[in-house]
T-cell receptor, first 113, second 118 residues
Framework: GQQLNQSPQSMFIQEGEDVSMNCTSSSIFNTWLWYKQDPGEGPVLLIALYKAGELTSNGRLTAQFGITRKDSFLNISASIPSDVGIYFCAGQLVDTNAGKSTFGDGTTLTVKP | GAGVSQSPSNKVTEKGKDVELRCDPISGHTALYWYRQSLGQGLEFLIYFQGNSAPDKSGLPSDRFSAERTGGSVSTLTIQRTQQEDSAVYLC????????????????FGPGTRLLVL
């Protein structure tokens, strides 16, 4: 089946630094999603990408859908302590199994004040 | 309530026992999804409902796992004869349902049920 490789697995950064994480896939997707999960909570959608090459921003977050449709990255600028959490990428093939998402293993972000 | 709710929030059971996990989706959402999250891992798709039917059950790991949805609302995930490897967080999500153009709708997740099989 499809697999997503998400990296890095964890990051320890200083408040104010920028963060970058990415996902690569062995096969194509036509939707890429980025979620954040806080302890004891379900994931919350941050950014959704629907077209190859698309670059989308949501506040300090920027994500891009790779041209090959096999990768995506998420950048967080000027990190703050509340950015702490686990970030997941997810890919969907909308025209085959609606709603079925394949998730990466997550990037755990720690921000030191 | 306004969001997806799941119960119980935590469940400890003995190996070999059956468990039922419940999901109440957001009112009006016709699509419902179950995922499993093991410690330090991403989410593993289990099953998807559109209304009361399940077009995709491909993620159910074995025949000990089953799910149903009645009235187009509440869903129950049942694990029979639980094994220690079933220990995980079981997450439910819902969305409005269907596809609009090429865009998939946002899935809203519940807080999960933490299952521990001893």
């Amino acid at each position: 089946g499809q697999q997503l490789n998400q990296s890095p697995q964890s990051m320890f950064i200083q408040e104010g630094e920028d963060v970058s994480m990415n996902c690569t896939s062995s096969s194509i997707f036509n939707t890429w999603l980025w979620y954040k999960q806080d302890p004891g909570e379900g994931p919350v959608l941050l950014i959704a990408l629907y077209k190859a090459g698309e670059l989308t921003s949501n506040g300090r977050l920027t994500a891009q859908f790779g041209i090959t449709r096999k990768d995506s990255f998420l950048n967080i600028s000027a990190s703050i302590p509340s950015d702490v959490g686990i970030y997941f990428c997810a890919g969907q093939l909308v025209d085959t199994n609606a709603g079925k998402s394949t998730f990466g293993d997550g990037t755990t972000l720690t921000v030191k004040p | 309530g306004a969001g997806v709710s799941q119960s119980p929030s935590n469940k400890v059971t003995e190996k070999g026992k059956d468990v039922e996990l419940r999901c109440d989706p957001i009112s009006g959402h016709t699509a419902l999804y179950w995922y499993r999250q093991s410690l330090g891992q991403g989410l593993e798709f289990l099953i998807y409902f559109q209304g009361n039917s399940a077009p995709d059950k491909s993620g159910l790991p074995s025949d000990r796992f089953s799910a149903e949805r009645t009235g187009g609302s509440v869903s129950t995930l049942t694990i029979q004869r639980t094994q220690q490897e079933d220990s995980a967080v079981y997450l439910c999500a819902s969305s409005l349902g269907g596809l609009w153009g090429n865009h998939q709708e946002t899935q809203y997740f519940g807080p999960g049920t933490r299952l521990l099989v001893l």
